[in-house]
């Protein structure tokens, strides 16, 4: 049976078909979402399933025949389709534009549906499904932004735009001002995805979805804000606890995605570690918490486009790129690892970084980059864990002891295989 199914997806027939099939799909994914706010709200609006599947196989039908030899037909085809979208506007009388702009998107996914342009044709059925389904969610985020998140990330996108092209290519001191602008960008990136997914979840979820989110821009300022909290309120000490240690678990994902960015070669080495790591700290956090509405508390995390943010950090970044450096030319691996268990007190991604970097640039092996990495991972980790006896008290530093020790052993539980495969591939350690 599936011989005879492989066989005939592979038949020239399908072959000439599949486009049309795909058209469908594309229109379909649209048309669900149109159908379900129709039937949902009982309103009238502009299609449903049947019509953007209909969209989508008009502009495939009209591409197909125009390559044929009646190109005039497209244009046509696009004008007759744009003037009956605006005519049901019209006579609907429904508020808004959204749907027949997603009626004429339909139509040109469509188009590149023809053309085999089937990636980019999900991408933008996606995109559009996406923006339809989540109508609520985004107004609702629009009104939690303040005029000084508003211009801080203008600020910071016209520096960025203006001035990283300005700065030379070349080595001052051993660093590229280039590359270390690159990474301010890179990171005030991650940071701002976080920002931005801490100020939509707010104080409506409670501490451990809030100190989760949070962790993505600032796992230290959610165990400083939930050790304070805890200590006001110990009632609710397990659900602040656990939002401080999944804050932290979330750190270890956040080394990922910077190795992912800049040395995609050490991901492998990093993988296990950091996933063991995050892994039993969500242990902690499922166990000691209930993921309900309770509490809730604004964790204190300022907006990761204000420009001197960003300079701070590329100062911090130049200056630890460039200590590294220095202590792996006069001190070896060891120097290297006293500066990384260093940074670690204040800060994880500047070294992660900056070891990363070298790596990739073969200045430093694989071994003391990935030794390096997690070593001010772990003193951080440390430091999180007696920061909330000096935020919070003793029963909030008890509270946490068991998730950042599973964060820890997760950890370097990981880190020994990582040299058992060392070992195995015959690297030097």
């Not at 019509?51 to 030899?69: P, Q």
């Not at 190795?259 to 790591?277: G, T, W």
């Not at 980059?369 to 007696?386: E, Q, R, S």
């Not at 820890?408 to 030097?428: D, N, P, R, S, W």
Request: with cysteine; aromatic share 14%; glycine share 8%.
């Amino acid at each position: 049976m599936i011989e005879m199914l492989k066989s005939f997806v592979s038949t020239p027939l399908m072959e000439q078909f599949q486009v049309y099939f795909m058209s469908v799909l594309f229109g379909g994914l649209i048309g669900i979402e149109r159908e379900y706010k129709k039937q949902r709200e009982g309103t009238p609006a502009f299609g449903g399933i049947r019509t953007f599947i209909l969209l989508s196989l008009i502009g495939t039908v009209s591409a197909d025949i125009s390559s044929r030899g009646y190109s005039f037909l497209l244009p046509v085809s696009f004008l007759t389709v744009a003037s009956f979208i605006l005519w049901a506007q019209k006579h609907e009388q429904e508020s808004g534009l959204t749907s027949e702009f997603a009626a004429l998107l339909t139509y040109l996914v469509g188009i590149l549906s023809f053309f085999r342009e089937f990636q980019l044709s999900a991408v933008i059925s996606i995109a559009v499904f996406s923006v339809l389904t989540f109508k609520k969610q985004m107004h609702d985020f629009v009104k939690h932004i303040t005029l000084e998140d508003f211009v801080a990330f203008l600020k910071f996108a016209v520096v960025s735009i203006i001035i990283y092209p300005l700065f030379p290519d070349k080595p001052l001191f051993g660093v590229n001002l280039k590359d270390v602008w690159a990474m301010v960008v890179v990171i005030s990136s991650i940071d701002f995805v976080g920002y931005i997914l801490t100020k939509f979840v707010g104080s409506k979820k409670g501490s451990v979805i809030t100190g989760l989110i949070g962790g993505l821009v600032s796992s230290t300022a959610v165990a400083v804000t939930l050790s304070k909290y805890a200590k006001r309120t110990p009632l609710f000490i397990k659900e602040y606890a656990a939002g401080i240690v999944g804050a932290s678990a979330i750190m270890f994902l956040r080394i990922l995605i910077l190795i992912f960015i800049v040395s995609p070669v050490l991901l492998k080495y990093f993988i296990l570690p950091c996933l063991m790591a995050t892994t039993l700290g969500f242990v902690f956090v499922f166990k000691n918490a209930k993921l309900k509405t309770k509490q809730g508390e604004k964790i204190e995390v300022h907006n990761p486009y204000e420009l001197s943010n960003a300079l701070k950090f590329g100062f911090l970044f130049g200056v630890i790129l460039f200590i590294t450096k220095f202590a792996v030319k006069y001190a070896g691996a060891w120097g290297l690892f006293a500066v990384s268990a260093i940074s670690g007190l204040s800060d994880v991604d500047a070294i992660t970084l900056s070891l990363a970097k070298l790596s990739a640039s073969n200045e430093i092996g694989v071994f003391v980059a990935v030794i390096g990495i997690f070593l001010a991972a772990t003193v951080n980790t440390l430091f999180k864990w007696f920061l909330t006896l000096f935020a919070g008290d003793r029963s909030v530093f008890k509270e946490t002891s068991t998730g950042f020790i599973l964060l820890i052993l997760g950890e370097l539980t990981g880190i020994v295989l990582i040299l058992f495969g060392f070992l195995h591939e015959g690297m030097k350690i």
